[in-house]
């Protein structure tokens, strides 16, 4: 009788105390937020991940009745502001900005460099995709992927193409095209990407797979030529423009932005998080902002961005190891 009665006893303490941690749990989150949340930003004031950011930010935090504070963190290709995210507090007051370079690149061509790990970041939501745009200079034969790759292969080694560094979005793209199809282009680096469309305008390089929303605004002025849009269908942002999937099947080449926290940022804090991020993303304002600024708007929260994520990282990684790309000295 009295271990029947002890064992009650322990049931009935058991339940109480996950009875008062879920209460516990739900009064945290009736609470927070009670001070406003720092968003880190690991690339400069003005630029899409700064943009897109706050044009989301601001709902969500008008939602959450607090503000958020944009810290931009700059350096080493997004590694410094991704690693403040990582280290930060996970007191539900810090998050930040991830983007496809530090995210699921940067691993792969520091390794044991890079200042954080994968896991210690948690995905929360990707606000937009975007993929590149493979152009070229008017005088290049070409109107689509299967006519430029015939005209490369006809003059091996003959053009050059123009990305802003090696291990960019830029040059995975023609890495993995030369892979796919066998064709010889010289990879001409930049240190400032806003003078690959320049010359590519004039004649001085050739090629480029640049960043859709700054590529084609030179495409509808007409002063380079769209061959190829690296998404794997149609882009709504440029539906004349056929994909490079069009001539070579499963050819993906694109990048994200979205919101992320510390690994052990709270579940249920972070779950609310997920939730009005998506709202502020499918909001008709921010959609029609998304579309003026050449993005594609997302909203895949939780494992579906971390699905995101790590699909990216394994394709980059693969094409990295095989180029054999490393690091400029």
């Known amino acids: 009788m009295f271990h029947i009665f002890s064992r009650s006893l322990r049931c009935a303490a058991a339940l109480g105390l996950a009875t008062l941690a879920t209460t516990s749990s739900a009064m945290a989150q009736d609470k927070w937020p009670s001070k406003p949340i720092n968003v880190i930003v690991p690339f400069a004031a003005g630029g899409n991940a700064d943009v897109l950011g706050r044009i989301v930010g601001e709902k969500v935090a008008k939602a959450l009745g607090t503000t958020f504070v944009f810290e931009n963190r700059v350096g080493a290709g997004g590694n410094t502001g991704i690693a403040a995210v990582a280290k930060a507090p996970t007191d539900g007051y810090t998050i930040g900005i991830g983007t496809t370079g530090p995210l699921t690149i940067n691993p792969h061509m520091l390794g044991d460099k890079m200042p954080f790990k994968p896991n210690e970041i948690r995905p929360l939501v990707a606000m937009a995709t975007q993929p590149n745009l493979i152009v070229v200079h008017n005088s290049i ?188 000295q």
Do not use: W
């Open 141 to 328: 034969p070409a109107k689509n992927i299967t006519e430029l790759v015939a005209y490369l292969k006809a003059n091996p080694d003959k053009e050059s193409y123009a990305s802003s560094g090696a291990g960019t979005s830029q040059h995975l793209c023609m890495e993995m095209l030369a892979d796919l199809t066998g064709i010889k282009v010289a990879h001409v680096p930049y240190r400032a990407s806003n003078q690959i469309m320049q010359d590519v305008m004039s004649g001085q390089v050739k090629i480029t797979c640049d960043n859709f929303a700054s590529a084609y605004e030179q495409v509808k002025a007409g002063t380079v030529k769209a061959v190829a849009v690296t998404s794997p269908e149609r882009y709504p942002g440029s539906p004349e423009v056929p994909t490079v999937a069009e001539g070579f099947p499963g050819f993906r080449v694109g990048v994200f932005h979205g919101y992320i926290a510390p690994a052990g940022f709270p579940a249920d804090l972070a779950k609310r998080l997920e939730e009005e991020l998506v709202k502020a993303i499918n909001d008709p304002d921010t959609q029609a902002k998304f579309k003026n600024l050449g993005v594609q708007p997302s909203g895949l929260a939780g494992a579906a961005f971390a699905a995101l994520i790590k699909g990216d990282s394994d394709r980059y990684g693969a094409a990295i190891a095989k180029a054999g790309i490393k690091p400029a």
